[in-house]
């Protein structure tokens, strides 16, 4: 037997129309399960209003606090660690892609060789520029407003984008537009 929107009716607390309250009262008369669930229903509702909420075991907030910086922390590492896995292998499928056409020329050896000299120019050019920022982002003032700030970084953004998409029409074969 099809229960469904009697028993939504009756769980849905909702009023019905005359139409609907006939359909339900049929339903109730021949229904043995719909019939105890609405007997049962106001006394369950009853005894779960009637329950009080469980407490918490003393500590618990302190405890919740004193967790939550851990896993904060924990979940941070997880992301950056999936970040730095996430460039690695996007650097090294473009690596891959770009030694492909080169492959059959190409001894193991060089290529290991000029895949290490890749990473390790790649690394250098991150120190570098680890350094650059931190000498000029340690010289600038911090008495600079926010709104200065977020106007540089946005310049800054639109100048990227107008260099990559140049880059992209540059570098695109001819007849191609990017």
């Known amino acids: ?56 075991r003393s500590g618990f907030a302190q405890r919740f606090q004193n967790s939550l910086a851990a896993r904060q922390a924990a979940r941070q590492r997880r992301q950056i660690w999936s ?24 001894s193991i050896g060089t290529i290991f060789s000029s895949l290490i000299n890749n990473i390790l120019t790649l690394i250098s050019s991150l120190l570098h520029l680890g350094q650059i920022s931190n000498y000029v982002l340690m010289g600038i003032p911090p008495s600079i407003p926010l709104a200065v700030w977020v106007s ?21 074969p001819k007849g191609e537009k990017a």
């Not at 109730?28 to 779960?48: A, D, F």
């Not at 499928?93 to 492909?100: N, S, V, W």
């Not at 540089?152 to 695109?172: D, Q």
């Open 83 to 106: 970040m730095i896995f996430s460039g690695l292998s996007v650097g090294l499928a473009i690596y891959i892609y770009q030694i492909l056409p080169d492959l059959s020329r190409l």
């Open 1 to 56: 037997m099809n229960h469904q929107p009697f028993e939504r009716w009756l769980l849905d607390g909702a009023a019905l129309n005359p139409a609907q309250q006939a359909q339900l009262q049929k339903h109730l008369n021949s229904c043995k399960t719909c019939r105890r669930l609405s007997c049962n229903l106001p006394r369950m509702e009853q005894k779960l209003f009637a329950t009080p909420p469980a407490q918490p």
């Open 152 to 172: 540089l970084t946005t310049v800054f953004l639109i100048l990227s984008l107008i260099w990559v998409l140049a880059l992209g029409r540059i570098l695109a």
